[in-house]
């Protein structure tokens, strides 16, 4: 069952600092704050991964032993509407550990459930950041667009025009 958390947080790592480098053209639009945040994030992501693995060795395994999962994309794609969809996945997995008798791994995915509501706190923060330098409604873009319009947008903006992001298009790129 720890397997599974431990590959989530392996993801994590990988879309935090994923998204520093993709956004890292725009370190003038954004700020450094916006690349301290993930860059602070894929630490914490780092942490939880290192909690879970060091479990697994306790409990006589290591990460890798069992097969790998796409849990968090499929996640993704069901919470597509909600930005904080997944959050209440920790506190069941505690609930099942401690049903099971293992308090160790219910407080370390009970401390990791708590840390990941300010890592959606820091992505909700720089979306609605960036809609607003856009001056388009964080709601209709998280529901209406892709992510990856947002790099397009970024790519248009100059000191005296911010593209209208609702008014774009798909096809834009």
Request: with cysteine; charged share 25%.
């Amino acid at each position: 069952m720890l397997h599974n958390p431990a590959h989530v947080e392996l993801n994590a790592i990988d879309l935090a600092w994923d998204t520093v480098v993709r956004f890292s053209p725009f370190i003038e639009i954004l700020g450094e704050g916006f690349f301290a945040d993930f860059a602070h994030v894929s630490d914490d992501e780092s942490r939880h991964f290192s909690w879970c693995a060091q479990r697994l060795a306790e409990l006589g395994f290591k990460y890798g032993d069992m097969p790998a999962h796409n849990w968090l994309w499929r996640e993704c794609e069901k919470s597509s509407d909600n930005e904080a969809g997944g959050l209440d996945a920790g506190p069941r997995l505690v609930k099942k550990l401690v049903g099971f008798g293992d308090n160790r791994t219910s407080k370390i995915a009970a401390r990791i459930a708590d840390e990941e509501v300010a890592h959606v706190a820091v992505g909700v923060y720089w979306f609605d950041s960036i809609c607003e330098k856009l001056n388009c409604a964080p709601d209709f873009t998280f529901k209406g667009c892709e992510v990856w319009l947002i790099s397009a947008y970024l790519l248009t903006y100059t000191d005296t025009h911010i593209l209208k992001a609702c008014n774009l298009q798909h096809n834009f790129l």
